[in-house]
């Protein structure tokens, strides 16, 4: 049974990226009814992209248990647990996979978690697709009032019930408003991110740029903010970490490269850049003055579309001359960010909506996603199989699992393969492309 009103909620994330985690756990603490009296269990799903423990420690958000599971290893725990809140921080796939996996655990119960999901950050690309994959969900979050209303069209243009979309914000936006300078030298800030651009050419070019900065104002301090180190994996895949390319450029002492959380380095930031990044969002939501870059063009592969109307499009030429975009603010209202001070009510109607389903007499209805082998014969059946389970929700037969901590021996092979594919991806994958170019 789910916990007692009076009791502490438990809630369960299963998240498969760093930054996913990071959404999912502060998401749940945010929408949690108790808020920070709710215990969190933390999964983090078994991939490519499990974080590492300096990763998580970066990202800072606690959890009072933690572990690694397989997506089998999971749906068997999710049977036994008496969960309140359940948590998807995934890819749209993995969700989806879920959402039928424990339609199948759950089946014939009515006291099953309610089951929540959304986006990370900016949806910039794949909105219909990802959208779908998180139909089924009891909630989805939508990070914005534009979200919100691009997401019930989706929903009701292809007659999938639009109900469970909740409009929220963007759970790690925070910290103090921006009124004047910080006591340390003019700092710039350029939010690097793995895969946008993903080219030589273009990345080299922006951090040619950011250095070019830097040489031009030896003033201010010029900060390349990375999200991970050679070897670790994000959300994204990252090909040519920024590390390695700066080996190769001769930067000024005022040019550095910093990691850590966000926050903190906003604490120091008077101007952000970024190509797309989110934390342009999180920059202006403290009111500190942001640059969305359009050197490379304002296209969807790039993501700096969303900026348009923003009022923060800018080029380097014109920050190097010492331009400083002003924000619009109707813009910036209608993507959750500094609007009017509501921030801290953004999350009162998915805590409301929690609440009722959590006391609906009877209990909750069957999960119920808009794809079925039914709607999508052709294309459902792979979502699930890339995470081992059968069209009817059920594990494949030698579908990984970990009935128990994995041994020494197995901790060295896994870590052996992740190593191997990683080496795949930044080594021989772009020298692959490239023979295949000539």
Request: a neutral charge; one cysteine or more.
């Amino acid at each position: 049974m789910p916990a007692s009103a009076t009791k502490a909620r438990r809630v369960a994330v299963l998240a498969d990226s760093d930054t996913r985690w990071k959404w999912g756990a502060l998401t749940a603490a945010r929408i949690s009814p108790g808020g920070a009296d709710a215990h969190l269990d933390g999964y983090l799903l078994r991939g490519r992209a499990t974080p590492t423990a300096r990763q998580l420690a970066e990202v800072g958000a606690d959890a009072d248990s933690l572990r690694e599971v397989t997506a089998a290893e999971f749906l068997r725990t999710m049977a036994g647990e008496p969960y309140d809140v359940l948590v998807l921080a995934l890819v749209g796939g993995g969700v989806q996979a879920m959402l039928h996996g424990l339609g199948r655990v759950w089946e014939g119960r009515t006291d099953r978690p309610v089951v929540v999901t959304g986006y990370v950050g900016v949806v910039y690309e794949k909105l219909t697709d990802g959208l779908l994959l998180r139909h089924g969900a009891d909630l989805v979050l939508a990070n914005s009032r534009q979200d919100a209303d691009r997401f019930r069209a989706v929903y009701e243009g292809v007659g999938a019930d639009a109900a469970a979309v909740t409009e929220v914000a963007l759970p790690f936006l925070g910290g103090a408003e921006r009124t004047g300078g910080h006591g340390h030298p003019y700092t710039v800030v350029f939010a690097a991110q793995p895969s946008v651009p993903d080219g030589r050419r273009d990345r080299t070019y922006l951090l040619d740029r950011l250095i070019g900065h830097a040489r031009r104002h030896p003033d201010r301090d010029v900060l390349l903010k990375l999200r991970s180190k050679p070897g670790e994996h994000t959300t994204h895949i990252e090909e040519l970490p920024y590390q390695k390319l700066v080996q190769k450029a001769d930067p000024p002492p005022n040019f550095r490269l910093v990691y850590g959380h966000m926050g903190d380095v906003l604490d120091r930031t008077d101007l952000l850049v970024t190509v797309s990044s989110t934390a342009a969002l999180e920059a202006l939501h403290r009111r500190i003055p942001t640059a969305v870059l359009t050197d490379l063009g304002v296209r969807e592969a790039l993501g700096n579309h969303h900026f348009v109307g923003s009022g923060c499009l800018a080029s380097w030429d014109q920050l190097d001359d010492g331009h400083r975009p002003v924000p619009d603010e109707e813009w910036v209202a209608r993507q959750g960010v500094a609007a009017d001070g509501g921030y801290a009510r953004a999350f009162d109607t998915a805590r409301e909506r929690i609440t009722q389903l959590l006391g609906r007499p009877g209990g909750l209805p069957p999960l119920a996603p808009y794809y079925t082998p039914v709607t999508a014969p052709g294309y459902l059946p792979g979502v699930l199989a890339r995470h081992h389970l059968a069209p009817d929700g059920t594990p494949l037969p030698g579908a990984p699992a970990a009935d128990r901590p994995p041994g020494p021996v197995r901790q060295l092979v896994r870590r052996a393969a992740r190593g191997a594919y990683r080496h795949g991806v930044q080594r021989v994958a772009p020298v692959i492309r490239r023979v295949g170019e000539l």
